[in-house]
């Protein structure tokens, strides 16, 4: 025996252009232990497992597999070193069939008569493949006729017939109803009893404490800490998670009064499998933020109140009136702008200047024939430049070629260039440097004191306590709770996420 | 400096840098001509009109160039037209059965074979945009079936067309210069004032560069699209009129025959990437002439007209690979490899 | 039905999906489809025409679309692997006139004229498969191109057609090479093109659904982002499918060949077009991954059906068929949308 980890993770280190995804990353899985992941969006979970199963390759440090260096290239070769990865969106092929599936690229084969694969052979191999995994399937169905949780076993079965010793999940139980969790955990268990090392990457607290052995917790691409769950507290997991103020910040100062009738309220919010029910209401000139975990619902509400995502149920009322946008055209209609949480697939037009990216939304809802004159433009585009200090050679220059934190500021006047009544940022300071995280947070303040209601999601929680009066804490796309004035403070919005009830000493109004 | 002004200087810069490779073929290609094809840039004048191999390039470049416009709209958008051949045909077939065999008078019969020209491309924009096919397989049909349709208003002959007027569009001149010319000069003129004075050359390449960003930013996407379409439809079905009178018929069966290849070849060499995004519609004219200087060129050179496209096909290819990026990179890393070898 | 063993024993029912109708694939759809309109066009030809049904016209049918079949079970390859080919009917021609111009100006014997052709239209393939993988152009480009340069290439070899006499070829075509069956009053011939129709597709059928790599062409149609990290090696594949495509284009233009009795480069213009309009109407899916060669086979004998139709209306004109073909291709796309939007909802609404 060797008391070699089964699979080792030394200084791993990944750099995407200017940003360093991965910085000296180390972890351990051991034999018959199931490992937890963890962190926020951006934490550089999604880059460590690439990085273990040949996605991608490390810009420097270590993978060992039992003591062995594994320089896995491909999937294909991190599958022959015995690491193998069960993603979240179930990369198998839909239309072949379960066994096809399991056995697809090392199918048995026979020369005679004619060369071909030995039906047999793959069935009967794949059907062991399931026995491993412990559940009952046949293995000719078509896979696309089996529910997402069946897919991910099936997963788990190639996985096995690959001869994986480490296997690794990515969120696998996000689209799974409680009872096929159940069925994924007990598979897990016996895997775990089988000797084999577990990377379990989820965002579930609840599903984490049931499961896992130990906890690894990453946070903007460096380690955090791994500790054994059994000694870790829901709290300070958060805590690890999220970050803990360094330093009292300056708080955002309370909303005077509350006014009679909010600028905008939303009731109820519900949408089949992003958001169960969500309240959330926000005065003229107040910035409220969304606090919670990926996956608790922050970014849905924002994109359900835009009108990106239909709602099945829930009001809304803006200034009063009863509002429902269908489309993101009529949410800016109504005077609601949104910037959006991934820049570069639902923000930035990559090829076209600053100028037209700013004027963008501006110019969709006046309408195709009221064309903003250039000469408006670029007023225009030189105000937003000189106030949000966006640093551009000129308002032509293609936006792909400014930094991140160049290219969020123009989406921000883009969705300031109209106007609007309710501001909605989702993630407002992600991915952009120092400098630039405090230009956006000055400008949340000097918008809400121009009269601008602001809603806010983020998941850095200093910020939010920083620039928000009042926070709206949502958890398993609920909102759970609401802090105010002295109550929002960074602890007590890691305890309002941690746990169930909320804690005596701290002044929250629960909603149902 | 109190009061930002505009800079004309930038925008023009910017105009020039993209147009210059295109140019630069251009004059490539003539300079090639004027060498090997003896005549190939003399002009002369017969009874004050003038005449000569450019003259016919712009003539015949002028029919590509304008189906060449709609399809930069398509490509602007990330999609592509097949069918704009097919709808030359129709639009063909329309404006001789209607003039020769029903006795329209010609300036009904032009416009409706413009609308039948832009309904054909309303039908391409309802797949894609509503149905939400792949812009290949949409257009893909109306490929299949369009000279069917053509033939079926015909009835399968080819109608000889006598109206002086229509004869005018492709045949005749003024200040000198062929109809076909002023005619591309017009399409270009409303073109260029649609979608560069009012915001839709911005909303169309702002739905090919990324499609959802333009949605969240309130554009209307598919009504969008459905104008590119559109506008392709009626390019296409101008250039069908034009046929019709370069050979005083409807001939269905050769009428656009393989003219997507030409018009997309067009678009892609003036500048505008078939991903979608930023275009030149000047750009794309120059490319149409380009093209159809290579034609005229292989032509004066004995190339028979039925083995030009082989030559041309070459074209396609290492324009298409020299705007390819892995291309590019590939170029990149021989070229530094090379660097190395030789200290 | 799946049973996980550690399941509790009562099933919670959802509320929102009531499962009284019993499942049915949706991707079986459009093949069930394509045989329904196989047999409708037969039915409605056996009913109108009173010679419809009769072993010469079914005869007929085979013979004059063996080398549309031969070349939509290429165009197969490329599409199941979610790729399209436009230079079919190009390759064809080019390919006939190679063949005619070896045996009757080159003295080659037609037997070689034969192989060089196939190995060019495979050379052809590859290099239009290897653009398109290795630089990433689009496919509809890249072959687009394709058969401008192949359709340019056939002029180029001959601009006229070429008849081919050699004694060769007439042996071929003789009835020593053809099938005989005792069927009808005078017996059927059956002509070596259509043999050769007939293996190509039991080959590829067998290649398709009984060999490694037929699945990885399934599997890279279906998902070609899941096929990479599944091992699955995606750009050797799919080059091989522009290859084979090429290679039976070639086949295609050789029964062509044959079955013209010369080499002609004007031969197959929109041929292209009918081979996407068969495979579509059989049934494979135009993004790919589902679908087959028996399909496409249904969809050559629709459209051939369609044809003869036709022919038999006598005063309907003859480009009715390009109408209904285009008619045809829409319906059937337009299901395979409506499948794809009904599949995808059922997943989430499993999920």
Known sequence: MTDLALLSVRGARKRFGPVLALDGVDIDIERGEIHALMGENGAGKSTLIRCVSGVHSPDAGSVSVAGVPARPRTPREAELFGISCVHQEVHLIPHLSVAENICLGREPTRRFPFPGIRWGAVRERARQAVERVGFEIDVRRELCTCSIAAQQLVAIARSLDCGARVVILDEPTSSLNEREVEALFSVLRRLRANGLGILLVTHFLDQVYRIADRITVLRDG?????????DLSRAELVAMMVGRAIHREPRAEQHASRAEQPRFAARGLRRRGALDAVDCSVDRGEAVGLAGLLGSGRSETLRAIFGADPIDAGTMTLDGHPVRPGSPREAMRVGIAFLPEDRKRDGIIPSLSVRENIILALQARRGVFARVSNREALLLADRFIAALRIRTPSPETPVHRLSGGNQQKTLIARALATDPLLLLLDEPTRGIDIGAKEDVLDLVRSERERGVAIIMASSELEELVRACGRVVVLRDRRSVAELMGSAVDPTAIVRAIAEAAPEPDVEIATRG | MAEPRP????????????????????????????????????????????????????????????????????????????????????????????????????????????????????????????????PIVATLVLMVAGRGIAQLVTGGLIVTVREPAIDLIGNGASVGLPNTFWLLAA????????????????????????????????????????????????????????????????DVNNAGQLLELDAILAVVIGGTALTGGRFSLIGSIIGAMLMQSLTRLLYMLDVSAEIAPAPKAMVVLAVCLLQSSVFRAFVGRVARRQEAGTP | MIRERQSPPERRSLPHRPR?????????????????????????????????????VLRNLLVDNAYLGIAAVGATFVILAGGIDLSVGAVMAMTSVLVARLVEHAGVHPAVAIAVAILAGMSFGLAQGSLIQLFGLPAFLVTLAGMFLARGAAFALHPQS???????????????????????????????????????????????????????????????????????????????TYAIAGGLSALAGVAFTLYQQAGDPTACKGLELDAIAAVVIGGTLLRGGVGGVIGTLMGVLILGLIQTIITFEGDLSSWWTRIVVGVLVLAFVALQRGVDAIASRRLTSAA
């Not at chain 2, 209307?220 to 699209?225: A, D, L, N, Q, W």
């Not at chain 3, 759809?29 to 309109?37: F, G, H, I, M, Q």
């Open chain 1, 222 to 230: 460096r380690l955090v800490g791994t500790r054994s769950a059994a």
């Open chain 3, 20 to 56: 009284l109708v019993p499942r049915l694939d949706p991707s079986v759809v459009p093949s069930a489809a394509t045989a329904l309109v196989l047999v409708a066009a037969f039915l409605l030809g056996a009913a109108r025409y009173e010679n419809f049904a009769s072993w010469m």
């Open chain 3, 162 to 240: 070429l008849g081919v006499r050699h004694p060769f070829v007439a042996q071929l075509l003789n009835d020593s090479l053809s099938l005989h069956i005792p069927l009808g009053p005078r017996g059927v011939v059956i002509p070596i093109t259509v043999v050769v129709a007939g293996a190509v597709i039991a080959i590829t059928w067998w290649t398709l659904r009984q060999t490694p790599f037929g699945r990885a062409v399934h599997a890279i149609g279906d998902d070609e982002h899941a096929a990479t990290l599944m091992g699955v090696p995606v750009g050797r594949v799919r080059v091989m």
């Open chain 2, 187 to 250: 399409v270009f003129l409303g073109l260029a004032l649609l979608v560069r004075r009012t915001a839709l050359g911005l909303l169309i390449a702002c739905v090919g560069d990324n499609d959802s960003a333009s949605r969240l930013a309130g554009v209307p996407e598919r009504s969008v699209r459905l104008f590119a379409y559109a506008v392709c439809g009626s390019c296409a079905a101008i250039a069908g009129l034009i046929d019709c009178s370069y050979i005083r018929a409807a």
């Open chain 2, 7 to 134: 800079h004309p200087g930038v925008a023009l810069a910017a105009i020039a840098r993209d147009l210059l490779w295109p140019l630069v073929a251009l004059a490539a290609i003539l300079v090639v001509g004027a060498i090997f094809a003896p005549g190939f840039l003399t002009i002369g004048t017969i009874d004050g009109r003038l005449v000569g191999t450019p003259i016919d390039i712009l003539n015949h470049g002028s029919k590509v160039a304008i189906v060449a416009l709609g399809m930069t709209l398509v490509i602007a958008t990330g999609g592509v037209d097949l069918s704009v051949g097919a709808v030359v045909a129709i639009a063909a077939a329309v404006t001789a059965t209607l003039v020769s065999e029903q006795g329209v008078p010609w300036p009904l019969a032009v416009p409706a074979a413009v609308l039948v020209g832009t309904m054909a491309g309303l039908w391409n924009g309802m797949l894609v945009t509503v149905l939400r096919l792949q």
